[in-house]
């Protein structure tokens, strides 16, 4: 329950600190604390409980090395707050504040009430240059941070660190996933509740999913033009609060909805990473809005020009950069990321455009500030770290540049085996290495043959049903003519740019997408599936519906594909029950030591690939020989039938990417018929014939998907 600001209140200055940051309250009252280098004065703003009306205005009392703070007794957790700040308003030196705005607080845990889009929200005069100062207050626009009451019974909790080589990903959006699933209670979609329910759980259960990564959660703003538009910020890269939750995600209203959902994850056998947006915020660039960070201190938290500290520094296309090599700035990420992993209990993150994390002066540094206390930090050395290795900046493209343990998007995997799979010629040596783990990228720095996180579709671009149904983007939608989006989609729409009821076309379709599924999950690395890209979801060809909150971008499970389902489950299954992935990369032919695995690559004909043959088209062999374990034969064939001379001795067929299902244990000798699909094959264990089938939920995908 929301409490009121007690009358007659006064700082107890013995008990105030500076150590915590934040509004930490202690059972007794509450510690403020909020960092500014170069404010000359900062004030508490109290509010009633529905966040309207300011009951209370009051001077932190104390500061120390840009840390202002003051504890008030008797107040208790959902007590509404803000700040405002005093300073110099001198844009020409990077300094913007504005006593008139009111501010969130950085480390706000939650936030009440939503932005509410008013001129009054900038510190300049809109219609001006942003020279000028706007002296109306813009409380009544502006959401409020709450304080918090952390308690929560996590006693039967216990963190799955699952180990990098069992690791599935699944990337989902909270609402996108959970809105048009008819199983699913109506009041729970778009939430966290509805994220953790049990059909939700059964399906990923069932197809052999490790790990959920959902889009941005913490709390973001929705752009004033795409409102005005009638469009939202559907994906949500646009963070204005790196500890609260984007409110619309809770049902109840209450943290410990996040909390008991992460908690069902965690029974379910799934871990949960999220996409976090570290490299900038929602205050855009120096014509953008003062919300919190701008206001409070505009030269310690964001990049200025070198040249001209007036205009923000922007690495990342979105008007801002964050200043993470400041220390207090690095200090407020790392005390972020702490908090989802102590008191969320998540399992890891995915950094957006994590090159912008690691600018320092001279560029892009592997060794940065940022990165290197990431290393050395005792709670986030036990979860999942996963960078997108890019930004828009100067040198800013940086895959295979990260640091263990950091593992990284694969974007050459995505290009390559779209490539392939789309009968584009001289694409076989560059398929053969994400088949290994991209190691010319990886190999390196005593890192992991599991640092390549594999996928053919994310988010932003094409879904896979859409990369096999469309040769161009149809993002009209967006309303910007069609501009925006990728146009180097390495698709194909097979015969009919989009929806068809030509059989042919559709069985093309469905027999690509099993065998490009099939080799990313073949691949050494980390496999990762755009959600509903298992059931042949498509966004009718657009490829950047990051403002499209409906049934666009939504999940479409009423026209989900059964057999694509069941068949991705069974390709994960046996992944997971062969051990494919290996944390070693595999040795060259002849080079094994006894540990690794050995890659000998083969011709159709079942000789040794030589040097000439990979400018040449046909399938693709690869042969695993590995120690004290079963050879596995991976066989790729984007063209038309083809032959494909096994080598000596008894192989067992386990996965062929075109059939319906499994197709049941098969003894082969001599050569098969590849056409257009992937196959893999085991050969004899030294024990009989490894039966596979019935384990990992295999069995139970179809009926899963049914129920729910």
């Given at each position: 329950?929301?409490?009121?600001?007690?009358k007659?209140?006064?700082?107890?200055?013995?008990?105030?600190?500076?150590?915590?940051?934040?509004?930490?309250?202690?059972?007794?009252?509450?510690?403020?604390?909020?960092?500014?280098?170069?404010?000359?004065?900062?004030?508490?703003?109290?509010?009633?409980?529905?966040g309207?009306?300011?009951?209370?205005?009051?001077?932190?009392?104390?500061?120390?090395?840009?840390?202002?703070?003051?504890?008030?007794?008797?107040?208790?957790?959902?007590?509404?707050?803000?700040?405002?700040?005093?300073?110099?308003?001198?844009?020409?030196?990077?300094?913007?504040?504005?006593?008139?705005?009111?501010?969130?607080?950085?480390?706000?845990?939650?936030?009440?009430?939503?932005?509410?889009?008013?001129?009054?929200?900038?510190?300049?005069?809109?219609?001006?240059?942003?020279?000028?100062?706007?002296?109306?207050?813009?409380?009544?626009?502006?959401?409020?941070?709450?304080?918090v009451?952390?308690?929560?019974?996590?006693?039967a909790?216990?963190?799955?660190?699952?180990?990098?080589?069992?690791?599935?990903?699944?990337?989902?959006?909270?609402?996108?996933?959970?809105?048009?699933?008819?199983?699913?209670?109506?009041?729970?979609?778009?939430?966290?509740?509805?994220?953790?329910?049990?059909?939700?759980?059964?399906?990923?259960?069932?197809?052999?999913?490790?790990?959920?990564?959902?889009?941005?959660?913490?709390?973001f703003?929705?752009?004033?033009?795409?409102?005005e538009?009638?469009?939202?910020?559907?994906?949500?890269?646009?963070?204005?609060?790196?500890?609260?939750?984007?409110?619309?995600?809770?049902?109840?209203?209450?943290?410990?909805?996040?909390?008991?959902?992460?908690?069902?994850?965690?029974?379910?056998?799934?871990?949960?990473?999220?996409?976090?947006?570290?490299?900038?915020?929602?205050?855009?660039?120096?014509?953008?809005?003062?919300?919190?960070?701008?206001?409070?201190?505009?030269?310690?938290?964001?990049?200025?020009?070198?040249?001209?500290?007036?205009?923000s520094?922007?690495?990342?296309?979105?008007?801002?950069?964050?200043n993470?090599?400041?220390?207090?700035?690095?200090?407020?990420?790392?005390?972020?990321?702490r908090?989802?992993?102590?008191?969320?209990?998540?399992?890891?993150?995915?950094?957006?455009?994590?090159s912008?994390?690691?600018?320092?002066?001279?560029?892009?540094?592997?060794?940065?500030?940022?990165?290197?206390?990431?290393?050395?930090?005792?709670?986030?050395?036990?979860?999942?770290?996963?960078?997108?290795?890019?930004?828009?900046?100067?040198?800013?493209?940086?895959?295979?540049?990260?640091?263990?343990?950091?593992?990284?998007?694969?974007?050459?995997?995505?290009?390559?085996?779209?490539?392939?799979?789309?009968?584009?010629?001289?694409?076989?040596?560059?398929?053969?290495?994400?088949?290994?783990?991209?190691?010319?990228?990886?190999?390196?720095?005593?890192?992991?043959?599991?640092?390549?996180?594999?996928?053919?579709?994310?988010?932003?671009?094409?879904?896979?049903?859409?990369?096999l149904?469309?040769?161009?983007?149809?993002?009209?939608?967006?309303?910007?003519?069609n501009?925006?989006?990728?146009?180097?989609?390495?698709?194909?729409?097979?015969?009919?740019?989009?929806?068809?009821?030509?059989a042919?076309?559709?069985?093309?379709?469905?027999?690509?997408?099993?065998?490009?599924?099939?080799?990313?999950?073949?691949?050494?690395?980390?496999?990762?599936?755009?959600?509903?890209?298992?059931?042949?979801?498509?966004?009718?060809?657009?490829?950047?519906?990051?403002?499209?909150?409906?049934?666009?971008?939504?999940?479409?499970?009423?026209?989900?594909?059964?057999?694509?389902?069941?068949?991705?489950?069974?390709?994960?299954?046996?992944?997971?029950?062969?051990?494919?992935?290996?944390?070693?990369?595999?040795?060259?032919?002849?080079d094994?030591?006894?540990?690794?695995?050995?890659?000998?690559?083969?011709?159709?004909?079942?000789?040794?690939?030589?040097?000439?043959?990979?400018?040449?088209?046909?399938?693709?062999?690869?042969?695993?020989?590995r120690?004290?374990?079963?050879?596995?034969?991976?066989?790729?064939?984007?063209?038309?039938?083809?032959?494909?001379?096994?080598?000596?001795?008894?192989?067992?067929?386990?996965?062929?990417?075109?059939?319906?299902?499994?197709?049941?244990?098969?003894?082969?000798?001599?050569?098969i018929?590849a056409?257009?699909?992937?196959?893999?094959?085991?050969?004899?264990?030294?024990?009989?014939?490894?039966?596979?089938?019935?384990?990992?939920g295999?069995?139970?995908?179809?009926?899963?998907?049914?129920a729910?």
């Amino acid at each position: 329950m929301l409490k009121v600001a007690p009358k007659g209140l006064a700082f107890d200055r013995s008990s105030a600190r500076p150590s915590v940051l934040g509004a930490e309250y202690d059972g007794s009252g509450v510690n403020f604390a909020l960092f500014s280098d170069h404010a000359e004065r900062v004030e508490l703003c109290l509010f009633d409980e529905d966040g309207a009306t300011e009951t209370a205005r009051l001077d932190l009392p104390e500061m120390e090395g840009g840390i202002w703070h003051g504890y008030l007794p008797g107040l208790a957790p959902g007590q509404a707050y803000g700040y405002r700040v005093h300073g110099a308003y001198a844009p020409e030196q990077g300094h913007r504040f504005n006593p008139n705005k009111l501010l969130l607080d950085p480390y706000a845990r939650q936030l009440t009430g939503a932005l509410d889009w008013d001129d009054s929200l900038f510190g300049y005069e809109i219609g001006t240059d942003d020279l000028s100062f706007d002296d109306r207050d813009s409380a009544a626009y502006m959401p409020k941070a709450l304080v918090v009451d952390p308690a929560y019974d996590w006693s039967a909790d216990r963190a799955l660190l699952r180990p990098w080589e069992e690791t599935v990903i699944y990337e989902a959006h909270v609402k996108g996933l959970t809105m048009r699933h008819d199983g699913v209670v109506q009041a729970d979609r778009g939430t966290f509740a509805g994220l953790a329910s049990r059909p939700v759980l059964d399906h990923l259960k069932a197809l052999g999913i490790t790990a959920v990564e959902l889009l941005p959660v913490q709390s973001f703003v929705q752009d004033r033009h795409l409102l005005e538009q009638g469009l939202s910020n559907y994906w949500g890269y646009n963070t204005l609060s790196f500890f609260a939750p984007n409110a619309p995600y809770l049902k109840t209203g209450q943290l410990s909805e996040i909390k008991d959902a992460i908690r069902r994850f965690h029974e379910a056998g799934i871990e949960v990473l999220l996409d976090v947006v570290y490299n900038h915020t929602a205050e855009g660039n120096e014509r953008g809005p003062t919300l919190s960070f701008r206001g409070i201190d505009n030269a310690s938290y964001y990049l200025l020009s070198p040249e001209n500290p007036r205009h923000s520094f922007d690495t990342t296309g979105c008007g801002n950069t964050l200043n993470v090599a400041h220390p207090m700035v690095l200090r407020m990420v790392l005390d972020s990321l702490r908090y989802w992993v102590q008191v969320m209990h998540v399992d890891g993150f995915r950094f957006d455009l994590a090159s912008t994390l690691g600018r320092e002066s001279a560029g892009f540094e592997r060794e940065s500030a940022f990165f290197n206390a990431i290393r050395q930090d005792p709670v986030l050395a036990h979860v999942k770290l996963i960078a997108e290795p890019w930004d828009i900046g100067e040198g800013g493209y940086q895959v295979g540049g990260f640091p263990w343990p950091f593992r990284e998007w694969n974007d050459k995997a995505r290009d390559d085996l779209r490539a392939f799979w789309r009968r584009d010629g001289g694409v076989r040596g560059s398929v053969a290495e994400r088949l290994l783990g991209s190691p010319v990228q990886f190999h390196h720095s005593r890192r992991p043959a599991t640092t390549s996180v594999n996928f053919l579709a994310a988010h932003d671009g094409f879904t896979l049903w859409d990369c096999l149904s469309y040769d161009h983007k149809h993002n009209e939608a967006n309303g910007e003519d069609n501009a925006d989006g990728h146009d180097n989609n390495l698709s194909h729409n097979m015969g009919a740019e989009g929806p068809t009821d030509d059989a042919g076309i559709l069985h093309g379709r469905t027999r690509r997408a099993r065998a490009m599924l099939a080799s990313l999950l073949m691949s050494q690395g980390v496999p990762m599936i755009l959600a509903g890209d298992e059931m042949g979801n498509s966004q009718h060809g657009n490829n950047n519906a990051y403002c499209q909150d409906n049934e666009l971008a939504w999940i479409d499970w009423p026209e989900a594909d059964a057999g694509l389902i069941r068949a991705t489950a069974q390709m994960i299954a046996l992944r997971q029950q062969l051990g494919l992935a290996n944390r070693r990369f595999a040795a060259g032919a002849g080079d094994g030591d006894g540990v690794a695995d050995e890659a000998v690559w083969l011709h159709a004909d079942g000789r040794e690939m030589g040097e000439d043959d990979w400018d040449q088209e046909g399938p693709l062999g690869l042969l695993l020989r590995r120690p004290a374990r079963d050879d596995v034969l991976v066989i790729l064939n984007a063209g038309d039938d083809a032959g494909f001379v096994l080598p000596e001795g008894a192989w067992l067929r386990r996965l062929c990417s075109a059939d319906e299902g499994e197709t049941g244990p098969e003894v082969m000798q001599g050569q098969i018929t590849a056409a257009g699909q992937a196959v893999l094959v085991l050969s004899e264990s030294a024990d009989g014939w490894r039966n596979f089938s019935g384990q990992g939920g295999v069995d139970t995908a179809e009926a899963a998907f049914a129920a729910a």
